[in-house]
Antibody, heavy 114, light 109 residues
Framework: EVQLVESGGGLVKPGGSLRLSCAAS????????MSWVRQAPGKGLEWVGR??????????DYAAPVKGRFTISRDDSKNTLYLQMNSLKTEDTAVYYC?????WGQGSLVTVSS | EIVLTQSPGTLSLSPGERATLSCRAS???????LAWYQQQKPGQAPRLLI????SRATGIPDRFSGSGSGTDFTLTISRLEPEDFAVYYC?????????FGQGTKLEIK
């Protein structure tokens, strides 16, 4: 059974940093392209970024609102995906999901507020 | 960036009726890399319904079907069940950034 479990969310002040993790199991993580998607309160889904598998180059792409502030990485030895979020803004407040090939985690809430 | 526009914003129908949801792209979606998701409640993980524009995901009932290519895509629910009333999103994953539509809310009339 495919499982994606996010962790690391919480309350952070504007300008602060936070790192989310996504533990994967039930599929070949090292071969998977992984994405982060977020949903602000009362809003729709917003794609945040993606990392390719290392065999496909391991490159990353980001949505314009987070480019230069967020970094996606992966540790294939731990079957874990990361989202490092720096210079956080109030508009980054959202539930953050990791996903791959249509499978989604349960989400992790990030609240950016003073 | 490919912008996806979903219509209508809200669709009011009764159980047993047919639902037709539209997703229009600002430019051609590469290799029909278009997916449809259902989200029952905000904050609940979306569920993949359709990928590759027309392939049903595992376990999805055959009342759900997807069609289209290029810039125009459609999700059809042939006979609405009570559990189908939710928000539906299309997403293109053919070119980065992998954008979502703004969603269509399917509500009970």
């Amino acid at each position: 059974e495919v499982q994606l479990v996010e962790s690391g969310g919480g309350l952070v002040k504007p300008g602060g940093s936070l790192r989310l993790s996504c533990a994967a199991s039930g599929f070949s993580f090292s071969n998977a392209w992984m994405s982060w998607v977020r949903q602000a309160p009362g809003k729709g889904l917003e794609w945040v970024g993606r990392i390719k598998s290392k065999t496909d180059g391991g490159t990353t792409d980001y949505a314009a609102p987070v480019k230069g502030r967020f970094t996606i990485s992966r540790d294939d030895s731990k079957n874990t995906l990361y989202l490092q979020m720096n210079s956080l803004k109030t508009e980054d407040t959202a539930v953050y999901y990791c996903m791959s090939s249509g499978y989604w985690g349960q989400g992790s809430l990030v609240t950016v507020s003073s | 960036e490919i912008v996806l526009t979903q219509s209508p914003g809200t669709l009011s129908l009764s159980p047993g009726e047919r639902a037709t949801l539209s997703c229009r792209a600002s430019q051609s979606v590469s290799s029909s890399y278009l997916a449809w998701y259902q989200q029952q409640k905000p904050g609940q993980a979306p569920r993949l319904l359709i990928y590759g524009a027309s392939s049903r995901a595992t376990g999805i009932p055959d009342r759900f079907s997807g069609s289209g290519s290029g810039t125009d895509f459609t999700l059809t629910i042939s006979r609405l069940e009570p559990e189908d009333f939710a928000v539906y999103y299309c997403q293109q994953y053919g070119s980065s950034p992998y954008t979502f539509g703004q969603g269509t809310k399917l509500e009970i009339k």
